[in-house]
């Protein structure tokens, strides 16, 4: 079966740097995708990662190893306004996204 | 820019009854999707169109139908409402099948 395995929840501290994980199984596989979600808002697009390696985004970077089903969002520099629920989804063969259930980060000062 | 336009924001809704939700997008996009999102479990896709004139079933599809008369509108029916579909709704919208989604700012159904 398809499937997304991520954290439920993680606490970091302002200022410092943290590292969501996602692993995936997927029948085929066509990208690697974070979203962030606020409470109560939409999920917004961070990054798309289709080839091995580290995509870099300003204070966001996010990492993929096809080889291992693996996906890394690291964050630096926290903010307070970064927490969030961030979604790891995996696009299938058929270009159907496999969602994971989130990751909540809460930041504390 | 406005995006994505859902409507309703929130509705209640009595059991056995009939809700259109209304999802609109101004990005000429091809694609559009609708999600229901539930606490612990992570998006589940219920339908979707690749280009205006064709839907095909997502992973929930069971009890909703949708149309897709042109590329802006993509309204989702319930039609005979349960309580198991008391969920949030998101509507979303692709340029490609490989794009970015872009998310309206969900419909919270409660069904009673």
């Known amino acids: 079966g398809q499937n997304i395995d991520q954290p439920t929840e993680m606490t970091a501290t302002e200022g410092a740097i943290v590292q969501i994980n996602c692993t995936y199984q997927t029948s085929g596989f066509n990208g690697l995708f974070w979203y962030q979600q606020h409470a109560g808002e939409a999920p917004t697009f961070l990054s798309y990662n289709v080839l091995d390696g580290l995509e870099e985004k300003g204070r966001f970077s996010s990492f993929l190893s096809r080889s291992k089903g693996y996906s890394y969002l690291l964050l630096k520099e926290l903010q307070m306004k970064d927490s969030a629920s961030y979604l790891c989804?995996?696009?299938?063969?058929?270009?159907?996204?496999?969602w994971g259930a989130g990751t909540k980060l809460i930041i504390k000062p | 820019t406005a995006g994505i336009t859902q409507a309703p924001t929130s509705q209640i809704l009595a059991a056995g009854r009939s809700m259109t939700l209304r999802c609109t997008q101004d990005?000429?996009?091809?694609?559009m999707y609708w999600y229901r999102q539930d606490l612990g479990l992570g998006l589940r896709l219920i339908h979707y169109s690749n280009t205006a004139g064709t839907t095909g079933k997502g992973e929930v599809p069971d009890g909703y139908s949708v149309s897709r008369a042109n590329t802006d509108d993509f309204p989702l029916t319930l039609a005979s409402a349960v309580p198991s579909q008391t969920s949030v709704y998101f509507c979303?919208?692709?340029?490609?099948?490989?794009?970015?989604?872009?998310f309206g700012e969900g419909s919270r159904l409660t069904v009673l």
């Open positions: 979303a919208s692709s340029e490609g099948q490989t794009g970015e989604l872009f």
């Open positions: 989804a995996a696009m299938d063969s058929n270009y159907q996204l496999i």
């Open positions: 990005m000429r996009h091809n694609a």
